[in-house]
């Protein structure tokens, strides 16, 4: 799939945004001294302020969890490091027989870790318990086009597709709906825990869990009867110790405490690194966005609200987007390494567009006072109307605070709006965002693939995991057209098309693209190498 290659290359040439990876001249060993049979050196202690949600990969769909299932689970297809074009991975090969049918042949002889056989009868139960599960806050609005999963012999399945064509398909079964789990482990109609999965070595990955604190310290052991892709770990032992506070992660990785740094370290912090003799920076591809979630149902006027008031509750949604500077968060807060957004696909990807910039503020991308006061005089809207807007400090980075108190006095500006902010430990907050306990609130996105759709299904499908109540017929119909489309010009089109009908509706107000921060120590390799166009963080390609 030669397009994804070059719509990474163009998001970083475009929008001139990067995944960053700093690295110090000095580094620990960062845990025991025995080193492995996968690979040389020492274990690879890799730091994070990243949370997992659940290790299930029905109960998760942020980058933290992820992260580790990325590690431990085994995947249809993959992608090598440096590329992010689908490949077989414990698949022996896999393709479209029909255009609704996509067929995977798996390799023989695979196994879970706990000596439980791995076929297709995993795979056609992780599939179906994703759609029969639908948790709120899992990936299974990716398989919005999946009409069934077939096991047609041990080791042949069959994806029957409601709409043929599908161009990301191939792309979807890679990202955090793929994982496939043991049939004999996992519970068909709910979630599992962690303790139990880790308890039933249910693992087929590139790794195992040795040892498991939830967000504390995990070890990976290299798992050596995963037959994938990837190949054999460089590292017998990793660790992944959770921080809460990233002054300490920085901290730990100056001091040689940990070997990486990996997710996330503010703004300030890396220009201020980046000035640091002892460090080298690399650059490497970025996707991520940061926006607002508007919930239809209980934000101002919202569908569930006693002044339930679609007109009015469009118009405070326009009133916003009219009076937000994306450009002085990104230099304020951000110091450049986000840039404005002002649309649903970042620039770079084929058919973005930019349709906030000339339907709201001046114009040109700049806050306009009376454009939002036109917006909610001419709804009858009078104020100023108290706003409850909801951030995360921990999981997207202690700068959220101050990118949300500069929304605050943006929002505030003219005495339109009174602002209450609130914040959530995340844990908490992905759950609640997802059971309508905030009316509008931050999110952030890095992305499953790099095809434009992963920015549009997941949001404004009726099913997505937004669960925010947006359900717009003409964006629905839009979207199954883009996602099916093998004539590249016309599907471009379309993308163009959803992100115009959306914007008019704002079922949320993107504001900030951006990228990722690791710093490593100079003995560990490999890390340019994980920070990959195809937004999966491998802990094997790391060594010593």
Known sequence: MSKTRTAVRSAIALAGV???ALTACTGPSGGSSSSGSAGGGGPVTVGTT???????????????SFMVMNQIYPFLLNSKPGSAEPQPDIAESASFTSPTEYTVKLKSGLKWANGDSLDSADVKFSFDRQVKINDPNGPASLLDNLDSTEAKDATTVVFHLKQGNDQTFPQVLTGPVGPIVDHNVFPADKVMNDEDIIAKKAFAGPF????????????????????????APKTDTVNLKYYSDSNNLKLDVQQSNIDVAWRSLPATDVDNLSKDSKVKVYKGPGGEIRYIVFNFDTMPFGAKTPEADAKKALAVRQAMADLVDREAIATQVYKGT???????????????????????????????????????????????????????????????????????QQLESGGLFKVNLQSTEWVTYSKDRAKDAYPMYQLGWFPDFSDPDNYLTPFFTKNSFLKNHYDNPTVQDLITKEATNPDKSAREKQIGDVQDAVAKDLSTLPLLQGSQVAVAGASVKGVDSTLDPSFKFRLGVLSK
């Open 50 to 64: 990243d949370k997992v949600t659940f290790l299930d990969p029905a109960g998760s769909y942020d980058n933290g």
């Open 18 to 20: 990067s995944m960053l």
């Open 338 to 408: 986000y840039t404005p957004l002002y649309s649903y696909v970042p620039d770079g990807f084929p058919g973005a567009t930019t349709p906030l910039k000339s339907m709201y503020g001046d114009g040109s991308g700049k806050p306009s006072l009376d454009k939002a006061k036109q917006a909610l005089s001419a709804a009858g809207v009078t104020g100023p109307l108290t706003l409850n807007l909801q951030y995360n400090p921990d999981h997207y980075g202690k700068s959220s605070g101050d990118e949300y108190a500069l929304v605050k």
């Open 208 to 231: 195992t869990i040795s040892s498991y604190q939830k967000n504390q310290l995990v070890s990976f052991k290299a798992n050596p009867d995963y037959k994938g892709l990837l190949g």
